[in-house]
């Protein structure tokens, strides 16, 4: 068991790097921050610094309260659009 977590903690590792070169978009966020609580749920892991896992809990968190306020302002917009505030 143990030589099959380390390949997987590799492949996670590089994932990583090449995730920390890609533009900082919310899919790189989101999967940036998954592999880091999984490496740092794992046993493998030789101790994510904490910053690390801080800056990816914050930026996650960013994301998801920014993602809030786009579906509110799509709802906002919605209900305008519906009631003719716009017109041509």
Partial sequence: ???EAKPDFEAKLE???KLSEMEAESNV???I???VNSLKA???SKGIPEE???KCQEGEMS???G???AKKAQELLRSALDEGLFSA
């Fill in 52 to 54: 690390i896992i801080k």
């Fill in 63 to 65: 994301l998801r309260q």
């Fill in 15 to 17: 994932r990583l790097k």
């Fill in 42 to 44: 794992s046993s493998s």
């Fill in 33 to 35: 921050a998954y592999i």
């Fill in 1 to 3: 068991m143990i030589t």
């Fill in 67 to 69: 993602l809030m306020l």
């Fill in 29 to 31: 966020v989101v999967e």
